[in-house]
């Protein structure tokens, strides 16, 4: 069975950074691709951050440069480094599968960023 935990967020204030974790069991780190996604209140979750597991990357252009996404296969575990965070980052953070497909969605972790 698919589960993931997220961890790290919390409130920062413009120009902070925060590191987010997602530690994951039954057998998901197995498939292709792994992501970031978020959601803000009353907007459609999207996907931010996404990482093969050759290592390849893809950044939306709202975080490129500012985000970094890397993986631990040796500890099931996906990371999201973020930097120079801007009020408009606000949201609820989720990690999961490339496209989204195995498991359901974990709780999140909530960044808050303050201007």
């Known amino acids: 069975q698919v589960q993931l935990v997220e961890s790290g967020g919390g409130l920062v204030q413009a120009g902070g950074s925060l590191r987010l974790s997602c530690a994951a069991s039954?057998?998901?780190?197995?498939?292709?691709?792994m992501g970031w996604y978020r959601q803000a209140p009353g907007k459609e979750r999207e996907l931010v951050a996404a990482?093969?597991?050759?290592?390849?990357?893809y950044y939306d252009d709202s975080v490129k440069g500012r985000f970094t996404i890397s993986r631990d296969d040796a500890k099931n575990t996906l990371y999201l480094q973020m930097n120079y965070l801007q009020p408009e980052d606000t949201a609820m953070y989720y990690c999961?599968?490339?496209?989204?497909?195995?498991?359901?969605w974990g709780q999140g972790t909530q960044v808050t960023v303050s201007s």
């Open positions: 999961a599968d490339v496209p989204k497909s195995l498991g359901s």
């Open positions: 039954g057998g998901i780190f197995s498939v292709n691709a």
């Open positions: 990482i093969h597991t050759g290592g390849d990357t």
